[in-house]
């Protein structure tokens, strides 16, 4: 199976995405297993959407990579708004972020 290795997080402003990557040994290829997209506001984040490959779902790699996320932005100072439903269960589960998460517009 292909789920060896490290899970690196990149982030590309420019696209305003996160992307996880498993780096894998010497011998074998970096694979991008997923991505967080978002829109970046002047004083938070919007999280629209996270997806994670099939052939790699239920690994863990989701939460890692929200959870990355999340405390990449708590750093900026900035406040979350959780329209990914998944992001939005990751917050519930984990209480200590729910401080930077903003309700979502109905």
Same mark, same amino acid.
């Given at each position: 199976?292909?789920? $060896? +290795?490290? %899970?690196?997080?990149?982030?590309? /402003?420019? @696209? ?6 498993? #780096? ?8 991008? $297993? +997923?991505? %967080?997209?978002?829109?970046?506001? /002047?004083? @938070? ?6 997806? #994670? ?9 989701? +939460?890692? %990579? ?14 979350? #708004? ?25």
């Amino acid at each position: 199976m292909a789920d $060896v +290795g490290t %899970l690196r997080i990149d982030h590309s /402003p420019a @696209q305003e995405r996160y992307e996880a990557i498993l #780096v894998s040994d010497a011998f074998g290829e970096d694979e991008v $297993v +997923g991505y %967080l997209d978002y829109v970046s506001e /002047p004083y @938070q984040i919007v999280l629209t959407h996270t997806v #994670v490959r099939e052939h790699y779902s239920g690994h863990g790699y989701a +939460g890692q %990579l929200v959870r990355y996320v999340l405390e990449d932005i708590r750093a900026s100072g900035k406040q979350v #708004v959780p329209v990914c439903s998944y992001v939005q269960r990751f917050i519930a589960l984990h209480p200590e972020f729910a401080d930077m998460a903003v309700p979502v517009p109905q």
